[in-house]
């Protein structure tokens, strides 16, 4: 089995997806400068570890994650995704949905608390 088929994955929008490639693509080039996504997270004033919250419950998969990175980014430029409360709601839907997985140990066993 697979490691993409091993964990549950978020459902992301389009716009979520696109942002948060766009996000990955920025941050492995910080040196070289601020890239779009990555302005837009400082001014919306979200901690990185956020979005990296989001990332690692939509893109469990490691390979997938340095795949963004890596780029290309996406064509569509990016925009912020969430309005209002959503970016909260988003952000405790991963928190849970990462802590499920912390739950589940290789094999499929859960463990008991």
Do not use: C
Request: zero cysteines; a positive charge.
């Amino acid at each position: 089995m697979s490691m993409r088929n091993k964990h549950p994955r978020m459902k992301l929008s389009r716009e979520e997806e696109t942002f948060l490639r766009h996000w990955m693509y920025d941050e492995l080039r910080y040196q070289q400068g601020t890239g779009p996504a990555k302005s837009i997270q400082l001014k919306q004033r979200v901690p990185p570890a956020d979005l990296a919250a989001l990332i690692a419950a939509a893109f469990p998969d490691l390979a997938d994650q340095e795949a963004a990175g890596l780029g290309p980014p996406p064509a569509a430029a990016p925009v912020w995704p969430w309005s209002g409360d959503a970016f909260q709601t988003r952000l405790s839907e991963a928190r849970a949905l990462l802590a499920q997985r912390r739950k589940t140990i290789p094999g499929g066993a859960s463990i008991s608390q």
